[in-house]
């Protein structure tokens, strides 16, 4: 009797006991359980110096921002892009749109000698306006120069996300707003206006392939903002033709244009006076959307024929950039109305 009376209180303290600790807040039964484990020197964990877990995160981040297949895994589709009529059309849009920039920044590594020549033609001296701050660092000074030419090299490989679009963007904006603007030649000068309406579309249209742009900025604005700059610097000079005494090719000859250019009679037959109102027509219809194949060949046309007729031949090295704003504009016009696999537009 007395045995299973000690049994019995044996287990109800056990079962009292059990309750408690099922009671007992979180926190208190895990120090409870920690306490409760044997202490053992050599299972205990070691903390390492403070100076080899700094290096350690910094490796790690180093190492989450950064790889070497960053950069050899955009090379690779750029060297496959060159296989395929698909990629080469591709990788033309590519090239176009980081060339301008580019090709103005290599002066840094004494390409185009003519560059003093080319700034004094165009008019371009000092800097002005809000963003003058911003000119000399990033167009004149080795460091930009050398960044520019870095990033344009990486855009048109594909490396860098869209760091080399943001950058060559600003150029653009910065370019414009504070060079052009200020230009000798008169801000109201054909060549100037030229220089605005190209330099904004090319960086709007640039800015609308950044990713997290197109995040922030509704559909329907970046949409508009993108068909307005493809086809709103052909339309501006198509419109300075038609408009009385609004056209003077003087500011234009400064830097060397000489019609009708590299194209000889089909340089000629574009300064007809008919072709300014079919482009000018054909760009009105585009951005309706109520007709996009015709338009966009006419359209892309009237960039690219300028582009290698006229901008070749003009002064080192703006004559090139603004060539390949012509083409970067053109092309993407161009791809509307050009088949899969094919590299010739058919509007038909």
Known sequence: FLVQRLNNNTLLKTKMFQRAAAAAPLSMRSSVQHHARPFNNKQRHQRAPAS???????????????????????????????????????????????????????????????????????????????????????????????????????????????????????????????LWQYTTAGAASVLAINAYAFHYAHMATMLSNCAEVTSRVPYWLMGAVKKIALVGPGLVMAMLQLLPRAMEFASFEKIGFAPPGLLGPIGAAFLHPIVPWIIAISSLVWLTGEEKKITSFICGMGYLIPAISYCSTLMAPYGYALMFMHLYLGLQLLQEVTPYSSLIPNPL
């Open 52 to 178: 080899i877990s700094m290096t350690r995160r910094r490796h790690h981040v180093v190492s989450a921002s950064f790889s070497v297949s960053d950069i050899t895994g955009p090379v690779n589709d750029t060297v496959n892009d060159l296989k395929s009529t698909e990629g080469l059309k591709k990788l033309g849009v590519r090239v176009s749109m980081y060339a301008p920039a580019t090709i103005m920044a290599s002066t840094v590594f004494g390409l185009f000698p003519t560059m003093g020549a080319c700034m004094e033609a165009c008019g371009l001296g000092a800097p002005g306006g809000p963003l003058a701050s911003l000119a000399g660092p990033l167009l004149f000074s080795t460091a930009g120069q050398v960044a520019s030419v870095s990033a344009g090299v990486a855009g048109m490989l594909g490396i860098g996300g869209d760091i080399p679009a943001y950058l060559h963007s600003l150029i653009f904006l910065v370019a414009a707003a504070s």
